[in-house]
């Protein structure tokens, strides 16, 4: 019985000890679980803070941008509903350039979080290509290779020469000394090696252009059908732009390093000199003349330091366009209601000038594809300009659309 009683005690002492072990393990359970807690609450915390360091200022980014945009909708929904009840085709054109003037200024980036999140943001992707081919609006027609001779290639002025049933592109390509001949079905047509460094050409009538020779100081003659020289004449200065108007030749010259003042010169069709313009009482006109083109309301001449300058038929000067949004402006082509199109090399880009001289606003940038912009040309059937490049042995096509510019 004592024995029995014995084990009994034994147990019981057991039994509490079990007991008070799984009380102190309940605790410690219960501790741990609270100092788990507080473990992920604090880690947590702070991946919540580190989170917010890290993204503030992409959050503050987004949400200038989504103000940004707000404005920018408001803008052009105010500048839509004026063109609406516009009735002057310049001014309607020059508030559609100011709209292309303020998407392109807004600078839309790739998702500001790509760097700090895996997030898929395909659809994103989607939208900003979307809004870029908005923006450049596809005005790349195609591109017109010139055949490659070994040498680099320098494009400085363009001819479009067009009749009732037919196209032709002719393209000076001054280093390797050939006027190009090429059709708006991209096939190359042939060329015509010359004597000199072929600078400008321009039409002279249906069948026949005219360029000029700068280091031979000389305008030549060529049959544009036939692609054969012709009869040609000296200048007496390097000469570079040429027009032509009721059988008189405009032949710009001078100004580099070297040679006489810059100046404008106009000779009958046999190479007689009948003008010379370069100065009037304010001053030269001049700094470097390029090219030239003529119409009966006057000369039209693009100048490295001076812009563009208008001249009457009589050589005196009716304004001057310079403005730094067309930097050493080169090439220069009628529009489609005898304003301009301007090319500035250094802007990489093509402008709009009006017939008396206002500055109308941006057409084409190097967002468009452009890269240092030399000769320019038109080709109204088609909606398109045509544009030569530095050094780039390609002429590209521009489409402009049906804007009554």
Same mark, same amino acid.
């Given at each position: 019985?004592?024995?029995?009683?014995?084990?009994?005690?034994?147990?019981?002492?057991?039994?509490?000890?079990?007991?008070?072990? &799984?009380?102190? *393990? $309940?605790?410690?359970?219960?501790?741990? =679980?609270?100092?788990? #807690?507080?473990?992920? %609450?604090? +880690?947590?915390?702070?991946?919540?803070?580190?989170?917010?360091?890290?993204?503030?200022?992409?959050?503050?980014?987004?949400?200038?941008?989504?103000?940004?945009?707000?404005?920018?909708?408001? &803008?052009?929904? *105010? $500048?839509?509903?004026?063109?609406?009840? =516009?009735?002057?085709? #310049?001014?309607?054109? %020059?508030? +559609?350039?100011?709209?292309?003037?303020?998407?392109?200024?807004?600078?839309?980036?790739?998702?500001?979080?790509?760097?700090?999140?895996?997030?898929?943001?395909?659809?994103?992707?989607?939208?900003?290509?979307?809004?870029?081919?908005?923006?450049?609006?596809?005005?790349?027609?195609?591109?017109?290779?010139?055949?490659?001779?070994?040498?680099?290639?320098?494009?400085?002025?363009?001819?479009?020469?067009?009749?009732?049933?037919?196209?032709?592109?002719?393209?000076?390509?001054?280093?390797?000394?050939?006027?190009?001949?090429?059709?708006?079905?991209?096939?190359?047509?042939?060329?015509?090696?010359?004597?000199?460094?072929?600078?400008?050409?321009?039409?002279?009538?249906?069948?026949?252009?005219?360029?000029?020779?700068?280091?031979?100081?000389?305008?030549?003659?060529?049959?544009?059908?036939?692609?054969?020289?012709?009869?040609?004449?000296?200048?007496?200065?390097?000469?570079?732009?040429?027009?032509?108007?009721?059988?008189?030749?405009?032949?710009?010259?001078?100004?580099?390093?070297?040679?006489?003042?810059?100046?404008?010169?106009?000779?009958?069709?046999?190479?007689?000199?009948?003008?010379?313009?370069?100065?009037?009482?304010?001053?030269?006109?001049?700094?470097?003349?390029?090219?030239?083109?003529?119409?009966?309301?006057?000369?039209?001449?693009?100048?490295?330091?001076?812009?563009?300058?208008?001249?009457?038929?009589?050589?005196?000067?009716?304004?001057?366009?310079?403005?730094?949004?067309?930097?050493?402006?080169?090439?220069?082509?009628?529009?489609?209601?005898?304003?301009?199109?301007?090319?500035?090399?250094?802007?990489?880009?093509?402008?709009?000038?009006?017939?008396?001289?206002?500055?109308?606003?941006?057409?084409?940038?190097?967002?468009?594809?452009?890269?240092?912009?030399?000769?320019?040309?038109?080709?109204?059937?088609?909606?398109?300009?045509?544009?030569?490049?530095?050094?780039?042995?390609?002429?590209?096509?521009?489409?402009?659309?049906?804007?009554?510019?």
């Amino acid at each position: 019985m004592e024995k029995i009683k014995s084990v009994l005690k034994e147990y019981t002492a057991h039994a509490l000890k079990l007991k008070t072990r &799984r009380t102190t *393990c $309940m605790k410690r359970l219960e501790m741990f =679980e609270k100092s788990i #807690i507080e473990c992920v %609450k604090s +880690v947590v915390a702070k991946a919540e803070t580190d989170i917010e360091s890290r993204l503030a200022p992409e959050i503050c980014s987004a949400q200038e941008y989504i103000q940004r945009y707000n404005e920018l909708l408001s &803008r052009l929904a *105010c $500048m839509s509903a004026s063109c609406v009840n =516009e009735n002057n085709d #310049i001014a309607e054109y %020059k508030k +559609v350039l100011e709209g292309k003037r303020m998407l392109n200024e807004i600078h839309i980036e790739s998702c500001v979080f790509d760097d700090k999140l895996t997030t898929d943001c395909k659809f994103q992707n989607e939208i900003m290509e979307a809004i870029y081919r908005s923006l450049n609006e596809g005005r790349l027609y195609g591109t017109l290779a010139i055949r490659d001779s070994g040498n680099c290639f320098n494009v400085p002025n363009i001819c479009v020469k067009e009749d009732d049933a037919s196209l032709l592109i002719l393209s000076t390509d001054y280093n390797n000394r050939n006027i190009i001949r090429v059709d708006t079905c991209l096939q190359d047509m042939g060329s015509l090696t010359v004597e000199g460094f072929v600078w400008g050409l321009c039409e002279i009538n249906k069948h026949d252009i005219a360029f000029t020779l700068t280091d031979l100081k000389k305008v030549q003659f060529m049959s544009s059908d036939a692609c054969q020289a012709k009869t040609s004449f000296h200048t007496r200065i390097p000469c570079r732009g040429i027009a032509c108007l009721n059988e008189k030749i405009y032949v710009t010259g001078g100004g580099m390093i070297g040679e006489e003042q810059g100046q404008l010169n106009v000779f009958d069709l046999k190479g007689k000199i009948l003008c010379k313009y370069h100065q009037d009482l304010n001053g030269n006109y001049f700094s470097i003349p390029r090219s030239i083109i003529v119409n009966g309301e006057g000369t039209f001449i693009t100048d490295k330091n001076n812009g563009v300058i208008c001249l009457d038929l009589e050589g005196q000067r009716k304004w001057v366009s310079n403005t730094s949004k067309c930097k050493f402006p080169w090439g220069i082509c009628f529009t489609p209601n005898g304003n301009l199109f301007v090319s500035g090399h250094l802007s990489n880009n093509i402008v709009i000038v009006s017939k008396n001289g206002e500055f109308l606003g941006e057409l084409l940038n190097k967002n468009d594809g452009l890269s240092a912009p030399q000769g320019l040309g038109i080709d109204k059937r088609n909606n398109c300009i045509v544009v030569s490049e530095y050094k780039k042995p390609h002429l590209k096509m521009f489409y402009i659309g049906d804007c009554d510019i």
